[in-house]
Structure formats: structure tokens, C-alpha cells
């Protein structure tokens, strides 16, 4: 059984900091591309922040400067690190990636469960 299980959330005030992490388990072969989306109430889901395999990261605007993606491949794990936290950070982050399962032959999309994160004012 494949899966990705977050950690992390919380609750914090604004200008404080939370560690979400996701790790990867199960028959996985290979992963591609990490990330972090969040949907706020009454929005769509959108991304946040994504590595891929080599490193290279991309961010949604609002927050660069604040938010830093990570990975551990040998821990097939992704960790987003958010600091100076705002209300209108408020939302379910899920994670999300891009995995080749053993037997397969291209990757597949798998996503977290989602945890909370909620930023008081």
C-alpha cells in the first residue's frame, strides 16, 4: 500500500512558524517531482511549492521569501518550512507526489491525506 503521510500542522499566530512534513512509504521504485497545495475554504486547491528529484524549486508567489521547500531522498520525504506566517495562510496543505510504484511503467500522481494549518491574527 502506497501512501503519503503528513505531519506538522497546527495552530499558530501570525509571524510565527510551522514544519510540515510528508513522507513516502510503501512498494515505491522511484519519485519525481515532491510538493505542497493548499485549499482554503470556498477555494480551489492551489499549489504552493514543489522540488523536483534534482533539487529545483518553484514557488507560488505570495509565499516566496517566507516558505522553503525540502527533500530527504533517502528518507523519501518532503518538508515544507513556513515562517512569518499570515492569517491568509489558512488553509489544508496537502502533499503531493509524482511516484513510480515497482511493476509500473510510468509515475502516477499520489496525495496526502491533508493537514491543517491555521494562523491567528
Known amino acids: 500500500q502506497v501512501q503519503l503521510v503528513e505531519s506538522g500542522g497546527g495552530l499558530v499566530q501570525a509571524g510565527g512558524s510551522l514544519r510540515l512534513s510528508c513522507a513516502a512509504s510503501?512498494?515505491?521504485?522511484?519519485?519525481?517531482?515532491m510538493g505542497w497545495y493548499r485549499q482554503a475554504p470556498g477555494k480551489q486547491r492551489e499549489l504552493v511549492a514543489r522540488?523536483?528529484?534534482?533539487?529545483?524549486?518553484h514557488y507560488e508567489d505570495s509565499v516566496k521569501g517566507r516558505f522553503t521547500i525540502s527533500r530527504d531522498n533517502a528518507k523519501n520525504t518532503v518538508y515544507l518550512q513556513m515562517n512569518s506566517l499570515k492569517p491568509g495562510d489558512t488553509a489544508v496543505y496537502y502533499c503531493?507526489?509524482?511516484?513510480?510504484?515497482?511493476?509500473?511503467?510510468?509515475?502516477?500522481?499520489?496525495w496526502g491525506q491533508g493537514t491543517q494549518v491555521t494562523v491567528s491574527s
Open positions: 503531493h507526489a509524482d511516484l513510480l510504484i515497482h511493476g509500473s511503467n510510468y509515475y502516477s500522481p499520489y
Open positions: 510503501g512498494s515505491i521504485f522511484a519519485i519525481n517531482a
Open positions: 522540488i523536483t528529484s534534482g533539487g529545483s524549486t
